[in-house]
C-alpha cells in the first residue's frame, strides 16, 4: 500500500510542477490521504530516530528550518516541509517526495510545522518524540475562535498523546497554566543564553526562534556551540527576512499576518529605519488568511507611528483601503497615488522613484505568495 501511495503521490507532484499547477506542496498529499487514510500513521514510513513537530503562532517556518538546517550539516537525513504547507495533506506531501521510490533506507528524522488547529490530529498520527510550541496569539479569528479554544486543544491532545519532550516559552502565562502527562519532560527554552549569539544571527532573526531551535537540537545532542557554528550560514525562510532585488530597488521581506508578528516586525524595522526608503504594505483576505482582518486595529498607533512615520508608505492588496485607513488613524502620510489593490501598478510607483532604494515589504500570508509570485515567477522556493 505504501508503494502505491508514494507512486501515486509522486506522479502528482510531477504533474503539478510540469503543468504549473502550484509547487505541488499540498495535491500529492491530498490525493494519497484520499487513496490511503493511514498513510501518516503507517510505522513504515517513520523515521529512524524521531519526529519533530514545530507549531504556534508566530516563528514557525524559521525554527523548522533552522533545526532541520542544522541537522543536515551533522549528516543527517531529514524530512522537513520546506514549502511551509503545515495541514495533513502539506506534511504527507513532504514524506511522499522526500522519499526515494526504490531505497528502504529511512530519513533520520522528521522535522515539520504544523498549523495551530492541525496539531492535535497530527500528534496521534506522527507520534513525535518532540513538540515545539512557540507561542499563541489572535491570528485567523473566523477560523480557530479564541486563542483559548486552541490552548484547550492543546492541553488535552498534549496530555493525550504523551509526548517525552515538549519544548516551549515558560515566560508566557498561557503556557506555564498547562499541564501534561507526567512523564512527559517541559524544556524552556528561554534558559539558552542568548549572550553568545552571533551579531549576524541575533540582528537577522528573532531571538526566541533562535532560542527554540537550540533546546530543541540541545536535546536531541547538539551542543549550543556547534549549533551556532552551523548556523553561520543560514538564510531565512521565504518571506520572512527575505531580500529580493528589482528594478534597482531592494526589497526586505518581513512576513506581517497577525498582531504579533506585524507588531514584532515594525519593532525590528524601527531598530534599522534609517536603512530604509519607503513601507510597503500589502494586505489580502483570501482563505489562507483569514477573512477577518479587523486585527490591524491590534498592533498599537504609537508603534506604526514611531516605526514608519519617515517613511514614503505604499499599500496593496485586497484589502488596501482597509490597510490605508488603519495607517492613517495611526498617524501616518498616506496619499492616494500610493494606495491600490494592484500590486503590479504599486510596485512601478515605486520602481519610478529615483529617492527610493530600500522598501520595507509587510504582507500577510497569501500577499507574500503574491508578491513573490510578481517578483521572481513563484510564489515558493
Known sequence: MIFITLILGKT???????????????????VALRFYPGFLNDKGMSPSRGVVLVSGTNGKTTVTKMVSHVLRKKGFLVTTNASGANLENGLASAIILS??????????????????FTLPIVLEKLKPTTVVLLNISRDQLDRYGETDLILERWEYSLRLSAVPYIVLDKSLEYFRKLSFSENTVVLDFNEISDEKFPEDLSSLFYSKNLKAALAV???????????????????AAYGRGEVLIFGGKIFHIFLAKNPASLSNNLRF??????????????????????????????VSPRLILSACGEEKIFISGKRCYDMAVRLKYAGLDVREENVSPSLQKIRSVITADSSICNVAV?????????????MLGRKIL
Request: proline share 6%.
Open 12 to 30: 502528482i507532484g510531477f504533474l503539478c510542477r510540469v503543468f504549473h499547477f502550484g509547487s505541488g506542496g499540498t495535491w500529492p498529499g491530498h
Open 99 to 116: 522519499q526515494p521510490l526504490l531505497s528502504k533506507k529511512r530519513p533520520n528524522y522528521f522535522v515539520l510545522e504544523v498549523d495551530e
Open 217 to 235: 537540537l540541545l536535546n536531541l545532542g547538539v551542543p549550543s556551540d556547534e549549533s551556532l557554528q552551523h548556523l553561520s550560514d543560514f538564510q
Open 269 to 298: 524595522f524601527e531598530e534599522r529605519k534609517d536603512s530604509f526608503n519607503a513601507a510597503l504594505f500589502i494586505l489580502n483576505d483570501n482563505i489562507p488568511d483569514g477573512r477577518d482582518v479587523s486585527w490591524i486595529y491590534d
Open 362 to 374: 509587510f504582507p500577510n500570508y497569501s500577499a507574500m505568495l503574491e508578491f513573490r509570485k510578481l
